[in-house]
């Protein structure tokens, strides 16, 4: 009864953790699962549906122990620290890996992973705050904050999988919204401190890059965020601020001092997630957290020993085929992600004949703006304008710098001074020096601000017939876009295109099920009976 109804701290942990490994060492003992001899009706209420489950098998007792024990150090670590979550993901991850999944719709192989990696996601978080207090480095930041999103990533994969939506009905939208704007404010946040990093290393162009994709994801972060408390939306405003007023800073300080070429997001290195926390493991036979086994002397413990260590290597087992199969994964989501294939659409040519939406997109923003052309035109050549008088200016300073020297060393021949030594002119005064070396300094800029000023013409010349195409008629931007006239071959060739990507997710369908097969014969695998029955001498 103490174990249903726990106390909301840490002692209620304690206890739901005695009692679990006193069932633990039950179970080994006494024949209380499915359709065994000592079985009894064991009943809980399933966390969503709200419905009574009633299971004559004692794993289910230690499966719903272990549930709340996670649930309960999830409830802690919210208002104690990231000990408490990866604890929790300790507990559904042995709870995941140890028992059936089949109990009851809230220990379904999703819903534990999900669970799993909001407590890892939220444990992380605590240690990217802690890092950023500490002003940690900017880089070491940035990937820690890429492994919350990497994290919480896994989370919505596993709230976007079909099962998992029916069980969870209308909260499902709810959670998948909020880890979504998670997401995308934590990968605000890795681009932020990869902005900074590129700040210190004066890579002025990548900085502006950075910033731009941090105001980018925060802005659809804070599109997601309708809806959320108060305090969120602070924390997103005061965020907005930060980055806002970076990128801003950034963007003007290379238009007008550094001239840096902005690279292309995708061109730069993506960040790596810093995995600094773990799903902390359940031992049920440590004595310290248990007490001390009360059904010692129902069994010889060294069966109970012997089927331990069984049951860990059946885990190891699972846990390498499982590692050996999202390695797999991992590799071929990045190859299809690469090749960018939708086995649906791969041979729908019907799509050419249509102008892209993104392409419709920019054709409307330069239709409300049709002077943009000729404003665009008009502009470089008023800046042409102002470069021809700027280098007139500097030329005729120039020229009356090297008139004032020459005076200058005509009034010192008259004065009498000492002449220079041979080939050489006679240093001008300071005040001169000082005006002929800031002329320098701004001739050396013009020169500059002349490579710019081609470098844009260049760029205007290269894409201003696209600018006006696009500007123009939808019909003439339909009829410049190309459309692919394909041979049977060519035809041939998608056909077996896509009976290849076909092939693809059947071997994704047969890695699940040997997943699921795999499961199923490491819970049925249960040599228990034999151990108990076994004489100690004999066991190995």
Known sequence: QSAVNVPRDFEGCSTLRKYFGQLHYLQSRIPMGAEQEAAVPIAWTEIFSGKTVTHEDIKYEQACILYNLGALHSMLGAMDKRVSEECAAGAFTYLRDHFPHSYSVDMSHQILNLNINLMLGQAQECLLEKSMLDNRKSFLVARISAQVVDYYKEACRALENSETASLLGKIQKDWKKLVQMKIYYFAAVAHLHMGK????????????????????????AIKLAKGQPETVQEALRFTMDVIGGKYNSAKKDNDFIYHEAVPALDTLQSVKG????????????????????????????????????YSEEKAKLLRDVMAKIEAKNEVLDQFMDSMQLDPETVDNLDMYSHIPPILMEKCAALSVRPDTVKNLVQSMQVLSGVFTDVEASLKEIRDLLEEDEAQERKLQELLGKVP????????????????????????????????????????MNLHIGNLRL???????????????????????????????????QEMRDQRMSLEQQLREMIQKDDITTSLVTTDRSEMK
């Open 197 to 220: 990093q590129a700040e210190e290393q004066q890579k002025f162009g990548e900085r502006v890059i950075y910033f731009q994709s941090a105001l980018d994801k925060l802005n659809e």
């Open 274 to 309: 810093a995995p600094l926390v773990k799903a902390l493991p359940v031992n049920p036979t440590d004595p310290a957290v248990t007490g001390p086994d009360i059904f010692a002397k129902l069994v010889p413990m060294a069966a109970h020993e012997a089927s331990s260590l």
């Open 420 to 459: 220079p030594p041979q080939g050489s002119s006679p240093p001008p005064s300071p005040g001169l020096a000082e005006v002929s070396k800031e002329c320098s300094k701004y001739m050396e800029v013009h020169e500059k601000a002349s490579f710019t000023n081609t470098e844009l013409h260049k760029a």
């Open 470 to 504: 696009l500007s123009g008629p939808l019909e003439q931007v339909r009829a410049a876009l190309p459309s692919p006239t394909l041979t049977e071959d060519d035809k041939q060739v998608l056909q077996n295109l896509k009976r290849i990507l076909g092939k693809v």
